[in-house]
């Protein structure tokens, strides 16, 4: 079935540069997702990347994408203690017309170090 | 323009209860959808309502059910809660369900089932 998986934990100091991955199964995912979760709030859209495009850059954000592999990856740079957060990443499930899902995975946790 | 306003942000409810949690989409967006969100199982998916109609579901049981009004809010109920229903519980909106902008996600409302 789908699955995305994600780790769970990574841990930088501030300044320098995050990475983290993500692996998914759907070949037929459209879009991929990543979106940040801070304590106590909801889920917040960073940045998408097409399924035909290898790379998207929006500022600090870098998302690669290898679909040959099946692997993402969100690249921040410099980066801050207020990128303390969740991080999850997501695509959209099985082509099924307009009823896609979006799969998630479990979320990985960034901990920031001053 | 107002985000996604989730209510209640907080519950405590006993088991065997009914709970009923309310979200009220961006205006325009007539796409909701449910996700509940546990520690050890991260986002799970309940469902998906467009137009008043359920177009997505999860793999929840059948205590776990919602509506889509005309103006695009929607319920979700969860009846005879059991002390796993406890968890955040997030809904999101979006134009037309997964498209390019993604989700746009509520503060979620933290249920405890005691």
């Known amino acids: 079935g789908e699955d995305v998986e994600q780790s769970l934990f990574l841990s930088v100091r501030e300044g320098d540069s995050s990475v983290i991955n993500c692996t998914y199964t759907?070949?037929?995912?459209?879009?991929l997702y990543w979106y940040k979760q801070e304590p106590g709030a909801g889920l917040q859209l960073l940045t998408y990347?097409?399924?035909n495009m290898d790379m998207k850059q929006d500022q600090r954000l870098t998302v690669l994408l290898n679909k040959k592999d099946k692997h993402l990856s969100l690249r921040i740079a410099d980066t801050q203690t207020g990128d303390s957060a969740i991080y999850f990443c997501?695509?959209?499930?099985?082509?099924?017309?307009?009823?896609?899902?979006?799969?998630w995975g479990l979320g990985t946790s960034l901990a920031v170090n001053p | 323009k107002a985000g996604v306003t989730q209510t209640p942000r907080y519950l405590i409810k006993t088991r065997g209860q009914q709970v009923t949690l309310s979200c009220s989409p961006i205006?325009?967006?007539?796409?909701v959808s449910w996700y509940q969100q546990t520690p050890g199982q991260g986002l799970q998916f309940l469902f998906e309502?467009?137009?008043?109609?359920?177009?997505n579901k999860g793999n929840f049981p059948g205590r776990f059910s919602g509506r889509q009004f005309s103006n695009s809010r929607s319920e979700m109920n969860v009846s005879t809660l059991e002390l796993g229903d406890s968890a955040l519980y997030l809904c999101?909106?979006?134009?037309?369900?997964?498209?390019?902008?993604?989700?746009?996600f509520g503060s979620g409302t933290r249920l405890t089932v005691v």
């Open positions: 999101a909106s979006s134009l037309a369900g997964q498209g390019v902008a993604g989700y746009t």
């Open positions: 997501a695509e959209t499930g099985p082509n099924a017309g307009n009823n896609r899902k979006l799969i």
């Open positions: 990347i097409f399924s």
């Open positions: 205006s325009g967006h007539r796409s």
């Open positions: 309502y467009f137009s008043e109609t359920q177009r």
């Open positions: 759907d070949s037929s995912s459209t879009y």
